[in-house]
Nanobody, 126 residues
Framework: VQLQASGGGLVQAGGSLRLSCAAS????????MGWFRQAPGKEREFVAG????????YIADSVKGRFAISRDNAGNTVYLQMNILEPEDTAIYYC????????????????????WGQGTLVTVSS
């Protein structure tokens, strides 16, 4: 699967953005999906994850209550809705995918994904 993230940009603190990640290839509905971010000088960190059928979602504590993940399996797209943005949310945001195999998974871990998109930059001004 190939992933293309979009929707980043410059926004003022308190504003909102919605990121999209379009997947090409077949069987998008068989993939768990996730969003990660990497700020300058920092390690890549988990933001949100969603299971292949949308049945479960996982949100990092740092963005809980402000961010939400969703997916449209018919449209091969996963979304990250970001509200009440803060300057600390400034980062490159990456989407990632991992094939559902019926075994255990950890959508909060970088190692839980085999496919990565190219990233989209989100800048939040104070």
């Amino acid at each position: 699967v190939q992933l293309q993230a979009s929707g980043g940009g410059l926004v003022q603190a308190g504003g909102s953005l919605r990121l999209s990640c379009a997947a090409s290839g077949r069987s998008f509905s068989r993939y768990h999906m996730g969003w990660f971010r990497q700020a300058p000088g920092k390690e890549r960190e988990f933001v949100a994850g969603i299971t292949y059928n949308g049945g479960r979602t996982y949100i990092a504590d740092s963005v809980k209550g402000r961010f939400a993940i969703s997916r449209d399996n018919a449209g091969n797209t996963v979304y990250l809705q970001m509200n009440i943005l803060e300057p600390e949310d400034t980062a490159i945001y990456y989407c990632a995918a991992d094939l559902f195999t019926g075994t255990s998974y950890n959508l909060r871990s970088l190692n839980g994904y085999n496919y990565w998109g190219q990233g989209t930059l989100v800048t939040v001004s104070s």
